[in-house]
């Protein structure tokens, strides 16, 4: 007695291995494409927003090292809400980073903006 199996995606009757799940190929990457599309959108666009963030730092801070004032950061459509890492030093200054790039808020509409360097 053979238990007849359906495709997960369409339903369709699937023949070959007794381990296959789909009919085809295009089922098993449509299945699969649906399953983490929620889960894939918000990481790319996360990743979207950082590499945006890091390309602005980048952009503004040549030098590895400048003062930048709040609306030069907004016009060119830097969101605070993303980053990568906070640094907080002894003195309490906290310096949050975009992967290597970072800003350090001097006062209410100034920044200062750093590049990491590497350690080695």
Not at 37 to 44: A, E, G, K, M
Not at 52 to 69: A, C, D, F
Request: glycine share 4%; net charge positive.
């Amino acid at each position: 007695m053979t238990v007849e199996k359906k495709c997960l995606e369409c339903g369709d009757k699937i023949r070959g291995r007794a381990d296959k799940k789909f009919c085809s190929d295009q089922c098993r990457i449509s299945y699969n494409n649906r399953l983490n599309s929620d889960n894939t959108n918000l990481v790319r666009n996360t990743n979207n927003a950082l590499r945006k963030n890091r390309r602005i730092l980048l952009e503004l801070n040549p030098s590895g090292k400048t003062k930048v004032h709040r609306e030069k950061l907004m016009e060119k459509g830097f969101d605070f809400h993303y980053l990568t890492s906070l640094y907080k030093t002894k003195e309490g200054a906290v310096y949050h980073f975009c992967y290597e790039q970072g800003y350090l808020q001097t006062d209410k509409d100034w920044f200062l903006l750093v590049e990491r360097k590497e350690s080695k």
